[in-house]
C-alpha cells in the first residue's frame, strides 16, 4: 500500500507501519528488544561504522529498528527531512543544545518556558554560552538581543503554563534574514494542531511523553529537522558529518552526538507504547481542546476567579494570534483565584483532577506551578517568568466535560 498526498494525521498514523512492510502480516511493526544487530559480512560492519552502509543497524543506543518507525511516523506528521528520537523531551532539547552550540556561542531564548528548560539554558551558561531571555510576545525583543555570536533562538508554541503565544512568525522570517536555527518546542499543541514549519522553524522538539503518546506510560522525545535551515552555512558542523548530504549534516550530528556520545535513547519498549498512544492523537486532542475551551469559559465567568489564561478566550493577549496559528487552542489552561491563600485547599477539594505534574494525560492534572516546577527557579525568576504564586495549571485530559466542570464548581463552593 502507498500514501497518497493529503491524508489526515490519523490515516497517516494508522497505516504507516504496513507500508513498511509487515513481518508476519503484522499490522504494528514489531518491537524489536535486541541491543545488537548482526551484519551479513564483515564488509556490511565496516560500511555501518564508516557510513557507507546506510539503514542497517548496530547497536541500539543509536537506534533500533523499532524506534526508527517511530521516527517515520513522527516525521512523517511533522513533515521533516528527518527525526530523531530521544529517552525524553528534555534529552532532546538537550542534545539540541550541547551538539549544536559551543562555548562563545550566543542563544536567544523565550523568557516563558518549561522550567527544566530555563533549569538547562542556567547550565549551558557554564559551559560559555551566552543566553539572552526575552519576551517573545513580539519579534522586535528578539532583534534587539542578536549579536554576531547569535546561532540559535528557542522558543515553545504555547509556553506552559502561562500561555503566551511568541510571534512564531515573525521570529521565523528573522531567523531567515539572520541564518540563525530556530528551534521551536511544539509539545504542548503537537503536530495535530501545528506544525513549526509552517512558520520557518529549523528544528522542531516535541516532548512524546506528554500528548503524542497521551497515557503517560512512556517517556520519549524527537527532534525534527523541517529540511528550512542551510546546514551549509551553519559554523559547528564537525567535518566529519560535512560527508553526508548538506539537508542531513544537523540531524547527523545530533544523532551521533546527542545519542551515541551522550546516550539519553530511547528504548524500543517505549518507543511501542509512545507508537501505540500516538494513533489516537488526534482524537484525543480535539476532545481535550474542546473540554478545555468549555472549561477555561466557565472559569473565567465564576466571581472566585481572579484570572484564566487560555489561548481560547478573547481575553487572552494572544487570542488571535492563536486562532490564525493552531487549528485548535490544546488543553493547557491556568488559573488564579481570587483568596491564592486557599489554592490548596481548593486543588484537595477537586475529586477528578489529580494533583500530578505531566502534561496531556488522558486525566486531568492539576498543579500549583509556583510551589513545585517553578520552586528551584526562585521568586526574583518566577517573577521574570510570569509565574504569580498563586498560578494553578491544568491539563485537560478525557474525562466528559460536564463531569469536570460539575466538579470544578463544587469545590469553588467549597471557598469561603
Ligand atoms: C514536558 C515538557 C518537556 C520535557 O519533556 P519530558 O519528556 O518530560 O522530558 C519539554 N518541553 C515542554 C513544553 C514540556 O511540557
Not at 551522550?262 to 500516538?278: K, T, V
Request: net charge neutral; hydrophobic share 45%.
Amino acid at each position: 500500500m502507498s500514501k497518497t498526498d493529503k491524508q489526515g494525521l490519523t490515516t497517516t498514523i494508522v497505516h504507516r507501519d504496513r507500508r513498511a512492510g509487515m513481518e508476519h502480516g503484522a499490522l504494528r511493526a514489531p518491537l524489536h528488544s535486541s541491543v545488537q544487530y548482526g551484519l551479513e559480512s564483515v564488509e556490511d560492519l565496516i560500511g555501518i561504522f564508516q557510513g557507507s552502509k546506510k539503514g542497517g543497524f548496530n547497536y541500539a543506543r543509536q537506534g533500533t529498528p523499532t524506534t526508527a518507525m517511530l521516527e517515520a511516523k513522527i516525521n512523517e506528521i511533522e513533515g521533516g527531512v528527518g527525526t530523531v528520537c530521544f529517552a525524553t523531551g528534555m534529552g532532546a532539547i538537550a542534545a539540541i543544545f550541547l551538539t549544536l552550540l559551543k562555548a562563545g556561542d550566543h542563544i536567544v531564548s523565550s523568557r516563558h518556558v518549561f522550567g527544566n528548560t530555563n533549569s538547562l539554558l542556567g547550565t549551558l551558561r557554564q559551559f560559555g554560552v551566552e543566553v539572552s531571555m526575552v519576551d517573545m510576545a513580539s519579534a522586535d525583543s528578539v532583534a534587539a538581543v542578536l549579536t554576531p555570536a547569535t546561532r540559535m533562538v528557542f522558543v515553545e508554541t504555547i509556553a506552559n503554563p502561562g500561555t503566551q503565544i511568541a510571534d512564531l512568525q515573525g521570529i521565523g522570517s528573522l531567523c531567515r534574514a539572520h541564518g540563525l536555527v530556530y528551534v521551536v518546542d511544539n509539545t504542548i499543541t503537537s503536530p495535530a494542531l501545528f506544525n513549526p514549519a509552517s512558520v520557518g522553524a529549523s528544528l522542531v522538539v516535541n516532548s512524546l511523553t506528554k500528548t503524542i503518546s497521551g497515557h503517560g506510560a512512556a517517556l520519549g522525545g524527537a527532534v525534527t529537522d523541517t529540511g528550512l535551515f542551510d546546514w551549509a552555512g551553519y559554523p559547528n558542523i564537525a567535518d566529519e558529518y560535512r560527508k553526508v548530504a548538506v539537508a542531513q549534516q544537523g540531524l547527523t550530528q545530533i544523532r551521533k552526538k546527542g545519542l551515541r556520545d551522550m546516550g539519553a535513547s530511547l528504548s524500543s519498549e517505549h518507543a511501542n507504547q509512545i507508537s501505540i498512544g500516538m494513533e489516537t492523537l488526534a482524537l484525543r486532542v480535539k476532545h481535550s481542546s474542546a473540554s478545555a475551551q468549555r472549561l477555561a469559559e466557565y472559569l473565567a465567568a465564576h466571581p472566585a476567579v481572579r484570572k484564566v489564561c487560555y489561548p481560547g478566550l478573547a481575553s487572552h493577549p494572544q487570542h488571535q494570534r492563536a486562532s490564525k496559528l493552531f487549528r485548535a487552542n490544546a488543553w493547557l489552561l491556568s488559573f488564579e483565584l481570587r483568596a491564592a491563600e486557599q489554592t490548596n485547599a481548593f486543588l484537595n477539594a477537586l475529586q477528578l483532577p489529580i494533583k500530578a505534574t505531566g502534561l496531556g494525560d488522558t486525566r486531568t492534572l492539576v498543579i500549583p506551578v509556583a510551589a513545585t516546577i517553578f520552586w528551584e527557579a526562585g521568586p526574583e525568576k518566577r517573577k521574570e517568568m510570569d509565574i504569580p504564586d498563586g498560578m494553578v495549571r491544568v491539563s485537560v485530559g478525557l474525562e466528559e466535560v460536564e463531569d469536570l466542570i460539575a466538579d470544578f464548581a463544587r469545590a469553588l463552593d467549597t471557598l469561603a
